[in-house]
């Protein structure tokens, strides 16, 4: 004896096969009563080629009490008497048949009106059995007994999900043998080392890649453009890889803004010129300056790891500020106390770069807190140890020492000036 349901089975294996009239091959062509009887020919069962003889074998049956197997018949042509189409009952009210030529090998539900006025009958195929037994050749009245594929669509998945789980395949024919509710199936499901392994989310997107193919990869490209996106305003120089890896983990696991940039920001690096983009290259320019101000030297690396922090949201600016401002205090212990209070090392050093520009003739760009004899005039150390910043006479006074100074106009003019004014003290001028 032959299972509907494995004959089901066969024949869904036939689906998107073209339609060709007279055709008997299931894979490459086939018509309506073709497909009935090469599949039940698989199973050992020989029935008539055509529509008008098929539908004498066995017995009739009546449409609440048609199971998986069950042949169902239709009048499709009313300019001709008698049936001239049938499909294999597939169970849930639906059948599976070769329409017409150019509509390939389909599923149908019996409620649909076109069928429904043209229902001619159903019939019984002696050789099938199905798990409600039939007493003195005459059809009994059974609950709907769902096939795997009717019972992966009951549970909210589709067949080709759950053949692509084993844990959940295998679950899925227990269920099928047992005609599980929605509730025994959930209980068992959450009893699975998938659900548990798995967050919701992730088990909603590998149902859904399974389930409806074209909507996971739409939400999947729709992912991978705001992954760029992302990528790009963060600054990030990311491969294609890592972009997708990063569409996905976005998917799967609902990654909020925080997790995203954390990924991002690992991808920080220079690109063209020595550069930095997006909200890394932003960080980059506000650490520089910042470290300018307070007459503290960093390097390209720390700069850059600076940023890849700021973005993956590992640190803040005020933190990078308040770190370069510790830095500034120890480099100029003399102003320690006035650089935490919020005084700027080139506010503090102003005065200084006015003397040094003034007296050396030097443009006022050439000259800030870096400059080696404001750094040591910033930096000097008493006698005992302590730091003694110049006075602005004292370093006035060093930098008229300076070699350079005797070259400029005003060491000439002053030269001038005190001749001028011995030779009046002489009585010669």
């Known amino acids: 004896m032959a299972r509907g349901e494995d004959i089901v089975e066969l024949a869904r294996k036939s689906l998107g096969v073209k339609y060709v009239w007279g055709g008997n091959d299931l894979r490459n062509g086939i018509d309506c009563s073709g497909l009935v ?27 609440n009490k048609l199971r998986p197997g069950d042949l169902v018949f239709f009048d499709t042509d009313r300019k001709r008497g008698g049936p001239d189409h049938v499909g294999i009952y597939m169970g849930g009210g639906r059948f599976i048949h070769a329409p017409r030529p150019g509509s390939p090998v389909k599923i149908s539900s019996l409620s649909e009106g076109y069928y429904m006025d043209r229902w001619m009958g159903g019939r019984r195929v002696p050789g099938v059995a199905a798990d409600a037994a ?13 096939d795997a594929h009717e019972l992966a669509e009951t549970y909210g998945a589709s067949y080709a999900f759950f053949k692509s789980q084993p844990e959940l395949w295998k679950l899925l024919n227990q269920a099928v043998e047992g005609q599980w509710d929605d509730a025994k ?24 890649e399974k389930t409806d193919p074209a909507t996971y990869k739409a939400t999947m490209e729709a992912a991978r453009v705001a992954a760029r996106q992302i990528a790009v305003k963060a600054g990030a120089i990311m491969s294609e890889k890592n972009i997708s890896n990063l569409a996905r983990n976005m998917v799967y696991y609902n990654w909020n803004e925080q997790q995203v940039m954390n990924y991002v920001g690992q991808y920080i690096e220079f690109g ?68 935490e209070a919020g ?46 910043p110049m006075t602005l006479t004292e370093f006035t006074d060093a930098v008229r020492n300076d070699p350079q100074w005797r070259r400029t106009t005003a ?19």
């Not at 959450?190 to 088990?203: A, D, G, I, L």
């Open 272 to 339: 063209k010129n020595h550069v930095l983009g997006g909200m890394a290259g932003q960080a980059a320019r506000e650490i520089k300056r910042e470290a300018y101000s307070l007459g503290v030297q960093v390097s390209e690396q720390s700069v850059l790891n600076n940023a890849a922090y700021l973005v993956r949201g590992v640190t803040t600016m005020e933190k990078i500020q308040a770190s370069l401002r510790q830095q500034a205090a120890g480099l100029y212990p003399a102003f320690a106390d006035q650089i």
């Open 37 to 63: 009887q090469q599949v039940y020919r698989r199973y050992g069962i020989e029935l008539p080629r055509v529509t008008y003889d098929q539908i004498n074998v066995g017995y009739s049956v009546q449409p």
């Open 134 to 146: 039939s007493g003195g050749g005459e059809a009994v009245e059974v609950a709907p007994r769902l």
């Open 343 to 388: 005084a700027n090392v080139q506010q503090l050093a102003e005065p200084y770069r006015q003397v040094l520009a003034q007296e050396l003739q030097l443009p006022d760009t050439d000259i800030d807190a870096f400059s080696p004899r404001i750094k040591q005039a910033l930096n000097r150390v008493g006698s005992d140890g302590t730091p003694r």
């Open 185 to 208: 199936w959930s209980a068992h499901v959450k009893n699975t080392k998938w659900w548990k392994t798995n967050s919701e989310t992730v088990r909603q997107a590998k149902t859904l």
């Open 411 to 429: 060491a000439a003019d002053r030269a001038v000036g005190i001749g001028r004014q011995v030779l009046a003290q002489m009585g010669l001028v």
